[in-house]
């Protein structure tokens, strides 16, 4: 158990919906993570945010969104959803900004079927 | 383009056997790197990472990786796997030069046991 929770496991909706994922980051950890992970394109890194502010972006689609909130608890909102968004999302956390000197810890992720 | 490959989505090798799972970055400046492990239905779990000093580098679960600049490699082994290895292994880096940035995956490798 890496400490990292996310909510929900699973997720079952139609195209044109929008959802929410919830995610709890490790106590003490500013930094979260959020990444795709599907069979077409593999593990890619969305977002970050440290400490309630967006620090860096990746592959993440404008029709996606995220925020960390006071509690430090993210949330990604997906919007406008089409078949090709089914995937489990990973979030990840971390103490402080730096990769090269923090560990990333994954949650379980959630599963997004769309259909 | 900055890449990571990962040669072989499916390595095989008998129970007691030596593990090596090959990886291979594409940047003209070294990357941050990294080996993830993925057991089925969970998140992902660092194994071990290089950011500087030693290139050798021990993790757990026994497995270690090399970092050689020369060949730009951060091939994964360990001596005598073991039934539980059974899992997916991902490759990671970050081509940034550290920060805050997310990691870039590998396409993954699903590492069988055979006993």
């Known amino acids: 158990d890496s400490g990292v929770t996310q909510t929900p496991k699973h997720l079952i909706t139609a195209t044109g919906q929008r959802v929410t994922l919830r995610c709890s980051p490790r106590?003490?950890?500013?930094?979260v993570y959020w990444y795709q992970q599907s069979l077409d394109q593999g593990l890619q890194f969305l977002i970050q945010y440290y400490n309630g502010e967006e620090r860096a972006k990746g592959n993440i689609l404008e029709r996606f969104s995220a925020q960390q909130f006071p509690d430090l608890h993210s949330e990604l909102n997906l919007s406008s959803l089409e078949l090709g968004d089914s995937a489990l999302y990973f979030c990840?956390?971390?103490?402080?900004?730096?990769?090269?000197?923090?560990?990333?810890?994954f949650g379980p992720g959630t599963r997004l079927t769309v259909l | 383009a900055q890449s990571v490959t990962q040669l072989g989505s499916h390595v095989s090798v008998s129970e007691g056997a030596l593990v090596l799972l090959r990886c291979n970055y594409s940047s003209s400046v070294p990357p941050y790197l990294f080996w993830y492990v993925q057991y089925p239905n969970q998140g992902l779990q660092l194994l071990l990472k290089y950011t500087t000093g030693a290139t050798l580098v021990k993790g757990i679960n026994g497995f270690e990786a090399e970092f050689k600049k020369s060949e730009t490699s951060f091939h994964l082994t360990k001596p005598s796997a073991h039934m539980s290895d059974a899992a997916e292994y991902f490759c990671a880096v970050i081509f940034s030069g550290g920060g805050a940035d997310g990691l870039t995956f590998g396409k993954g490798t699903h590492l069988i046991i055979q006993p």
């Open positions: 106590s003490g950890d500013l930094s």
């Open positions: 990840a956390s971390s103490v402080g900004i730096g990769i090269t000197t923090d560990t990333q810890y």
